[in-house]
């Protein structure tokens, strides 16, 4: 069956926004396009909860009559974009990846979501995401599994919470799309599905209306085909002029050996090093780092990430509705019960002390740079077996991601090119905190000399 054209497969986000003020294309031509895509190959793909349809051609309909009166709102306009299903969208349910009613936790859409609106973009629907953002494989046992675009043999999974948003992305059914990030959950996605993906100081935009896992740690970002389309979004969505491509000859590069450690596929190293080796051969030089003390950053991000959400969710709540709950969600929250105030308090006074301490490390040093997740993406095993499956799942999906969050970093996933055959993994590439900018313009700078990734062999997963 004929899979039809993703209006931005060429040229990204800059090329849309030329055509369409050139009159060669609407913002309900596009639109149509994705909606027709998601006809075709979302049925296999499953990463949309929600696809509103006629709301999203009412949208386009009216940017497209603003446009004709003189209106021109900025780069994003008329781009159709999917947004997580943890993040309210009017008109439009949230399910926050659960069977359960937590409408009162999320409220009404937020400020990030009116930015959107303001910048002219098309929200198309909602993407799968696991259920309360509270893992890192993708898996949903109760509302559906998005299927990695990647392999069409065998289903292989997206890594999580943003499932649905970055393989989205990477099957071309919308033109960029919204995640969130509390311990990697756009990084995650991003590397297993060969798009971008940024995670942002975690101030930069607002959380209102975006359910709340923990708010310490949540950051709320971007998943694009490029870092060119990343800087766009990020650009138009607060204010500022586009960061270019950074000059790479002369940049340094911290390389922490805690990021890399002993559980690094030896594919992913064998990728790594040749992305790390080609930046070095064009000027950039990589400096070996240790630092201790990223070893404390997971057992603070289980602390402070479980206690913040079950003071959200509440006791009460949690067992009266537990049933009805991913067995492995459920037992997470469960966990969360057995913190104390205390611990939970020495927890956030260290990670504060980390994140003073951390701006020391940055210290003549641009970025850090590491894997995203430490193997390539794990076939799924299905349905549910028993906790012990579900912690095997964690770990086949596990990385270095935490830290970003844990020291309020900013952080990105660059996909790293890869023949067709070969399963994505991404290069992190981590900024002290408020200098998005700048991490932004590192990156476009490594696209430049690692090149984008291909688009992955859709036709087997097209429908009638």
Not at 8 to 13: A, C, M, N, W
């Amino acid at each position: 069956m004929t899979i039809p054209a993703d209006p931005l497969d060429r040229g990204g986000i800059s090329h849309f926004g030329r055509r369409l003020r050139a009159g060669e294309t609407t913002a309900v031509a596009a639109t149509e396009a994705y909606l027709a895509r998601i006809a075709t190959l979302d049925r296999q793909l499953q990463t949309y909860e929600h696809v509103a349809a006629s709301a999203a051609l009412q949208a386009a309909k009216a940017v497209d009559e603003a446009f004709a009166r003189g209106a021109d709102f900025g780069p994003l306009m008329g781009v159709p974009v999917a947004v997580k299903d943890i993040i309210a969208v009017d008109g439009m349910p949230t399910t926050a990846g659960s069977d359960i009613d937590v409408s009162d936790l999320i409220g009404g859409p937020g400020g990030f979501m009116r930015g959107l609106a303001a910048a002219g973009c098309v929200v198309i629907g909602k993407t799968k995401a696991v259920e309360f953002a509270m893992s890192g494989t993708g898996a949903n046992y109760r509302r559906g599994t998005p299927r990695n675009p990647w392999d069409a043999a065998v289903f292989r999974l997206t890594a999580g919470s943003s499932s649905g948003s970055a393989a989205a992305v990477a099957a071309g059914l919308c033109g960029f799309a919204i995640g969130t990030d509390t311990g990697g959950s756009i990084r995650g996605p991003a590397a297993f599905c060969s798009v971008f993906g940024l995670k942002p100081t975690a101030d930069i935009w607002p959380m209102d209306g975006c359910f709340p896992v923990s708010a310490t740690l949540d950051t709320i970002g971007p998943l694009t085909r490029s870092a060119e389309d990343a800087a766009i979004v990020f650009a138009a969505l607060c204010g500022t002029p586009v960061p270019s491509a950074a000059a790479i000859e002369g940049v340094k590069l911290g390389r922490p050996r805690v990021l890399f450690g002993d559980r690094l596929d030896g594919r992913v190293a064998a990728r790594l090093e040749d992305a790390l080796s080609a930046l070095a051969a064009a000027g950039v030089t990589i400096v070996e780092m240790d630092i201790p003390e990223l070893a404390e950053i997971d057992p603070l991000f289980r602390i402070i990430s479980l206690a913040e959400m079950v003071a959200s969710f509440g006791r009460e709540r949690f067992h009266r509705t537990s049933e009805f709950m991913n067995p492995d969600i459920a037992a997470s929250i469960a966990a969360g019960f057995d913190i104390t105030p205390d611990s939970y308090a020495a927890a956030r006074r260290r990670q504060q002390e980390l994140v003073r301490l951390s701006t020391t490390w940055f210290d003549g040093i641009d970025a850090w740079v590491g894997p995203v997740k430490w193997k390539l993406p794990p076939a799924f095993p299905g349905d549910f077996t028993s906790l012990s499956a579900s912690t095997a799942l964690l770990e086949a999906c596990a990385g270095p991601t935490r830290s970003a969050n844990v020291l309020s970093l900013c952080a990105a996933s660059l996909p790293l090119p890869h023949v067709p055959s070969a399963m994505p993994t991404g290069l992190q590439v981590i900024c002290p905190g408020r200098a998005d900018e700048r991490l932004l313009s590192l990156a476009r700078g490594f696209e430049t000399v690692l090149g984008r990734s291909p688009s992955p062999d859709l036709s087997d997963f097209a429908s009638p």
